[in-house]
């Protein structure tokens, strides 16, 4: 170990330590040309200021930061990439062309005006707005596996034109009649405007205009 007037403090051989505390703006490098290993006994390794935080595990790397992040070239200083909270504007850096992530808060997600956007997911896609999700595009696309829900406290306004392709919608078999055994059946109704609605199935060849529809005289 050497200590040196500029304030350098270095380590010759290798070294056991457990939680460093740097100095206000102080730096941890290594020796020119030769590279900084540093290693965690069956442990994380973990660089913390503040609430920021980039850790280091057997499996994955994650950074946590209340802000934002920013990678850029430290000789040029040239911003490879950057979240940009503060100007709510996140681009992916050139040449990525996909996104993978588990969770995102964001304002909106959009594709430029030559490029479709997909989102695609293994399991279960939730999108959730606090005051509402909005749609838009010149085509709008759903292709799913399983079940499409959606839920909405007031109402949902589809605007345009709307095509449900029925070649892979289940069907009941001829033995299962209305009004036998326990299944209930709903019938997906639009209004003039876009609006959407239920409506029990009690009978065959039964329609969409019931006395309690959300549509006025639009239906």
Known sequence: M?????????????????????????????RRNENLVITGNNQPIVFQQGTTKLSVEKNKTSITSDIGMQFFDPRTQNILFSTDYETHEFHLPSGVKSLNVQKAS??????????????????????????????????????????????AENSIILNGTVMVSTTRLP?????????????????????????LFKVQVTGQNMGCQVSDHPCGNSL
């Open 2 to 30: 050497e200590f040196h007037e500029s304030g350098l403090l270095r380590f010759k051989q290798v070294s056991d330590m457990g939680v460093i505390h740097p100095l206000y703006k102080s730096t941890v490098g290594g």
């Open 106 to 151: 964001t304002e909106r997600i959009t594709s430029n005006a030559t490029s479709d956007l997909n989102i695609k997911v293994d399991g279960r896609a939730i999108v959730r707005g606090n005051e509402g999700v909005f749609i838009m595009g010149k085509t709008i696309e759903f292709h799913m596996g399983g079940n499409m829900e959606l839920k």
């Open 171 to 195: 069907s009941s078999s001829s033995e299962h009649q209305f009004g036998a055994g326990e299944w209930v059946r709903y019938k997906l109704c639009v209004c003039a405007d876009g609006t």
